[in-house]
Every structure is written in structure tokens, then in C-alpha cells.
């Protein structure tokens, strides 16, 4: 028996989240104690929810009648780019704080980049729930551009932000320069995500829905394999190095302390 694209595409993607959703919970529940959080809880929400979004498919590909099924699977596979920009917003707060924390403009563009990407989910959770309704079209259409152009204005923020910091690296901590770097590096890949979702909501959201190329759930399956799931999951994968690398990092600097503590207890 022939297996459609869509249903293809969620197995791929059941099959690669299945083993990264227990690393991401690992890593956040290790790095815990740290903060900023924001760093490590969103990539464990985001593995979750790209699983379930996988499993979902599967059986909405065998049900498609069901609105209920529709609506939760269209909404589980349009939330990709807040758990991630809610994950690089955390690196960047990371860095600033503990290079630039005096400043107060700092912490209130930091709140105010978290304010907005809690707005746009928002956004994006009120237009699921009015897909598959022919009447609540131009709503749905209208709340989901509007929570894309916030998103486009937070990518944008941290983009400009991981630029400045780049450009600026003699004045940070060469324990986070790496941090810098490559959430500098994750911004491209977050591009080509958010530039699917653009494209998706200005073509695909409404009536077009369900001939749309763009739509994740009725379109096409390519497209938003490679433009929507690969960049996502190399994003991912960025991600947990870092969290990676943080526990690693983390756990050095305990070491050294104990034992300074220990030489200084040893000398007095």
C-alpha cells in the first residue's frame, strides 16, 4: 500500500523527534538551575510538540474528517518558530545580562521581545481555531498575518542583536562568544522557516487553505519538509550542542570552585 507524501513526511518526523525529545528533556531538567530558562525549556516543549504533531498527521491522514483532529494538527505544526525564537531569545539574554546586565534598556528590550513572541502565539493559536470555517476566513487570515509580522519583527530584533554582538566580541566573555556565533549561525536556517510561515499565511490561510501548496497540512509535502521541518530541526540540533556545551561548561566551573574553596579552607 502506497503511502501519501504528508504521511511520509510525518513518520520522518515522528522518527527524528522520538529520540530528541528525551535529550531536550534531559538537557533542560540538567541545566534547570541556570538561568535564563528560556535557554533550555523551549527546545523540550518545542520536541514534543513536533512529535505529537508527527503522530497527529499520521492519523488525520486516515480521518480527515475529522475537524477537531484538523484543526489541533494545523495549529501543533504552525508553532515551530516560538519555542525557537523563544530559545534564541534565551542565548541572547544569556549574553547580554552577563556582559551588558547594568543597563536597563537591556533587560526592557529583552522583556519586550518575550512579550511580543507570547502576542504572536497568541495570534497563531486564536487562527487555528477558526480553520476549516469558510465564514471566519478573512479573520483567520487576518490573525495569522498579524502574529507572522511579529514574528518577522522578533527574528529581525535578534538578528540586528547577534550582528551587534558579533561585531562587539572583544567586550564579551569568551565563555559566551560561542553562544554568539552560532545563534548567529541558527538565524538563517530561522529565516528560511519564517519565510515558509510568511509565505504560508499570506497564500494559504482562509479559503485557499485547502488547495494551497503552502499549507503544511494540505499542501505540499516537500515544501514544507524542506522549508518548514529541515530548518527547524537544524536549528534544533544548534541548540542542543549549546545546551550541551552549557551543562559541560557548567559542571567545569563547579569543579574549580570546590577545589578553590577546598585550598582556601586547607590554608586558613
Known amino acids: 500500500m502506497a503511502v501519501n507524501p504528508h504521511t511520509a513526511a510525518a513518520i520522518a518526523q515522528v522518527a527524528a523527534y522520538a529520540p530528541m525529545a528525551p535529550i ?12 535564563p530558562r528560556t535557554a533550555w525549556y523551549p527546545p523540550a516543549a518545542f520536541s514534543a510538540i513536533r512529535l505529537a504533531g508527527g503522530v497527529l498527521t499520521i492519523i488525520e491522514q486516515q480521518n480527515q474528517s475529522n475537524r477537531t483532529l484538523i484543526i489541533t494538527t494545523i495549529v501543533l505544526l504552525n508553532i515551530g518558530l516560538i519555542p525557537l525564537l523563544l530559545t534564541l531569545l534565551g542565548y541572547a539574554r544569556l549574553v547580554l545580562e552577563n556582559n551588558f546586565g547594568d543597563y536597563k534598556r537591556v533587560k526592557l528590550f529583552l522583556l519586550t521581545l518575550k512579550i511580543s513572541l507570547l502576542a504572536a502565539a497568541g495570534l497563531l493559536g486564536a487562527a487555528g481555531g477558526y480553520a476549516g470555517q469558510p465564514e471566519s476566513a478573512n479573520l483567520q487570515s487576518t490573525l495569522s498575518k498579524a502574529a507572522y509580522a511579529l514574528f518577522s ?13 558579533s561585531l562587539n ?4 566573555n569568551p565563555a559566551h562568544r560561542l553562544y554568539v556565533t552560532w545563534g548567529l549561525v541558527s538565524t538563517l536556517p530561522l529565516c528560511v522557516r519564517a519565510a515558509y510561515g510568511i509565505i504560508g ?22 515544501a514544507f ?14 541548540y542542543v550542542c549549546l545546551s550541551t556545551h552549557h551543562l559541560r561548561a557548567a559542571k567545569r566551573e563547579e569543579v574549580v570552585e570546590r577545589r578553590t574553596k577546598h585550598r582556601s579552607s586547607d590554608v586558613s
Request: glycine share 10%; with cysteine; hydrophobic share 55%.
Open 225 to 238: 519538509g524542506l522549508m518548514g521541518l529541515l530548518p527547524e530541526y537544524i536549528v534544533l540540533c544548534i
Open 24 to 35: 531536550t528533556t534531559y538537557l533542560m531538567i540538567r541545566n534547570w538551575r541556570w538561568r
Open 169 to 172: 566580541q572583544r567586550g564579551i
Open 201 to 222: 499565511v499570506a497564500v494559504a490561510s482562509g479559503t485557499n487553505m485547502l488547495t494551497s501548496t503552502w499549507s503544511p497540512l494540505f499542501g505540499s509535502a516537500t
Open 153 to 165: 519583527l522578533v527574528l529581525a530584533a535578534l538578528i540586528a542583536s547577534f550582528i551587534g554582538l
